[in-house]
């Protein structure tokens, strides 16, 4: 979940039992951001779909999401990343990165902005020695059942729910939607990507196939 008109906000995030744990700091003010993702087939998907509104939870929209991520000095996807996401005409910057810690359970820091103008922005970081790495589609769904979100994506290389909110919301909604055989999905977009994606041109992509034309 993002949070909305805010510059920059320091984001704690763990990893655990199929959870993914954010502790994000803004100012003074300090919020717990729980989610699960799972991986879903066809059926599961239609199913999905199906038992939402069934269970009471409230079409929020869809969007289509291209999400870019840079490559440069001091960034790997698998320690640090920046990313621009677009969607339509707005955008948001996003920088995570993975904390050392002795724990098992993963840390990482995450700011981010939202950002009027990507194509001004993506100029000043190609400037900087930020070229575009990976980039991947997806299309999203978003559903609220009380105040947890559901979000249905779909990308190149396969279909996916996430639940945020608190853990017990995550498993009331699991125990209401009541789909056999879901899997948790515990790896992110970007090593997705990484594993499914083609390169073209020297950026990684996994894109939608567009019609052709006649």
Not at 115 to 131: K, M, R, S, Y
């Amino acid at each position: 979940m993002l949070i909305a008109n805010c510059d920059l906000g320091a984001v704690t995030r763990f990893a655990w039992t199929g959870f993914e744990i954010g502790i994000r700091q803004l100012g003074n003010d300090m919020a717990i951001e729980i989610e699960k993702k799972y991986r879903l087939t066809n059926k599961q998907h239609e199913s999905v779909r199906r038992r939402l509104p069934e269970i009471g939870a409230k079409f929020q929209g869809e969007e289509f999401e291209e999400n870019t991520l840079y490559g440069g000095k001091g960034l790997a996807v698998d320690r640090s990343v920046l990313r621009l996401r677009r969607v339509g005409d707005s955008a948001l910057l996003t920088y995570k990165e993975r904390l050392h810690t002795f724990s098992s359970i993963e840390h990482r820091r995450e700011d981010e902005t939202r950002v009027d103008d990507p194509a001004a922005l993506n100029t000043i970081l190609a400037a900087l020695g930020f070229t575009p790495a990976l980039v991947y589609e997806k299309r999203r769904e978003t559903w609220v059942w009380g105040k947890t979100e559901i979000v249905i994506d779909e990308l190149p290389f396969g279909l996916f729910m996430e639940i945020e909110g608190k853990e017990r919301d995550i498993r009331a909604i699991e125990t209401r939607l009541a789909v056999k055989n879901l899997k948790t999905e515990n790896l992110t977009y970007p090593q997705l990507t990484l594993e499914n994606g083609k390169k073209s041109h020297g950026i990684i992509e996994a894109r939608f196939k567009r019609p052709r034309r006649p």
